[in-house]
């Protein structure tokens, strides 16, 4: 005699965002609609009218233009917080007192410190705390994460890092109109907007961090925060890591190389140029585009998550290690500023 086990049908999940600003646009908003039983039910903005537009353009139903109205909803089972990351801590430990899941934008928090919180009050609400290091989602770093684990470089020894970007011009350099490089909004400057991710991704690859030093400086002197900086890493395996950010240079690049004892693989953190395999005297390119929607994948892990599938791989306890590494990285220049 056949049992037939009727399968559980996953439950919708209606989602909340907190600050609908410029990254919801394309990379997170609509991916809340067009992942699979997911849907975007209510946006806020503290201004009403901004509010009311985003909801009207992307066919959100709801608006407000208070963040407690929102997470009180009834009809929200989750929230995506995408304000700076001066209110990332504030607003989490709310949802979380809430009962809801918290996903929160990148870096989780002004620092180390803050994320511990967030972790802290998240367990205690035996809810789980997700953060948007979407490039553990995306598939060209899974195929670089494939790469390593099939032993294709051999036993990996070295990561280097390196990017690099002119200095920003008109109003972007100006902490009054760009929050990311006021480090009272965003703890820190770009190294926590753009490096962030660099650090994150090299975490899910490698593993991570066990020892970090660093340096940080203003060499451009065109605003409060860091526009240079250095890094040696020790990872938990041993690996060895050597990073460099400039982000007032002549020049743009942006290089990731990890070094094996059989070969190397090379990639970008942004943008979807070829991955390139050298091993055994050969050359492999591994084209792989990015989604439109860039965040897509890790909201479907999310999702996926909540329903009792698989994991969502960026979680609160994994950002925390990136925020911690940046706090190391800054420390000089904050105790010299």
């Given at each position: 005699m056949t049992i037939h086990v009727p399968q559980i049908e996953p439950?919708?999940?209606?989602?909340g965002i907190i600050g609908c600003g410029d990254v919801t646009e394309v990379k997170s908003g609509p991916a809340f609609q067009k992942a699979a039983h997911s849907e975007l039910i209510a946006v806020m903005?503290?201004?009403?009218?901004?509010?009311?537009?985003?909801?009207?353009?992307?066919?959100?139903?709801?608006?407000y233009d208070q963040a407690d109205d929102l997470i009180q909803d009834p009809d929200v089972d989750a929230i995506y917080i995408a304000t700076p990351p001066?209110?990332?801590?504030?607003?989490?430990?709310?949802?979380?007192?809430?009962?809801?899941?918290?996903?929160?934008?990148?870096?989780?928090?002004l620092n180390g410190p803050e994320c511990d919180d967030m972790i802290?009050?998240?367990?205690?609400?035996?809810?789980?705390?997700?953060?948007?290091?979407?490039?553990?989602?995306?598939?060209?770093f899974l195929k670089i994460k494939e790469l390593l684990e099939s032993g294709a470089i051999g036993e990996?020894?070295?990561?280097?890092?390196?990017?690099?970007?002119?200095?920003?011009?008109?109003?972007?350099?100006?902490?009054?109109?760009?929050w990311r490089i006021d480090p009272k909004l965003s703890g820190g400057g770009l190294l926590l907007d753009v490096g962030s991710h660099t650090l994150d991704i090299l975490d899910f690859l490698l593993g991570p961090v066990r020892s970090v030093q660093g340096q940080a400086s203003s060499l451009?002197?065109?605003y409060p925060a860091e526009d240079t900086v250095t890094g040696l890493f020790t990872y938990e395996s041993g690996v060895h890591g050597v990073a460099s950010w400039c982000f007032a240079a002549a020049?743009?690049?942006?290089?990731?190389?990890?070094?094996?004892?059989?070969?190397?693989?090379?990639?970008?953190t942004f943008g979807d140029d070829p991955i390139e395999l050298v091993s055994a005297g050969t050359k492999q390119l591994?084209?792989?585009?990015?989604?439109?929607?860039?965040?897509?994948?890790?909201?479907?892990?999310?999702v996926n998550e909540l329903n009792g599938g698989s994991t969502c791989p960026s979680t609160g306890i994994t950002a925390a290690r990136t925020s911690r590494v940046m706090d190391t990285l800054l420390t000089d220049f904050g105790s010299a500023h």
């Open positions: 439950k919708t999940i209606r989602w903005r503290r201004n009403g009218v901004l509010a009311r537009d985003y909801a009207e353009r992307h066919g959100v139903p709801r608006w001066v209110h990332h801590k504030p607003y989490a430990l709310k949802v979380a007192a809430a009962g809801k899941p918290v996903y929160v934008e990148k870096p989780m928090a802290q009050a998240c367990q205690t609400a035996g809810v789980p705390l997700f953060v948007a290091y979407y490039r553990r989602a995306l598939p060209r990996v020894r070295l990561v280097t890092t390196q990017y690099l970007r002119p200095a920003l011009t008109g109003e972007k350099r100006d902490p009054q109109h760009n451009g002197h065109l020049t743009a690049e942006d290089r990731n190389e990890i070094i094996g004892s059989q070969g190397k693989l090379s990639f970008a591994f084209e792989i585009e990015n989604p439109l929607h860039i965040q897509q994948p890790l909201i479907q892990s999310i």
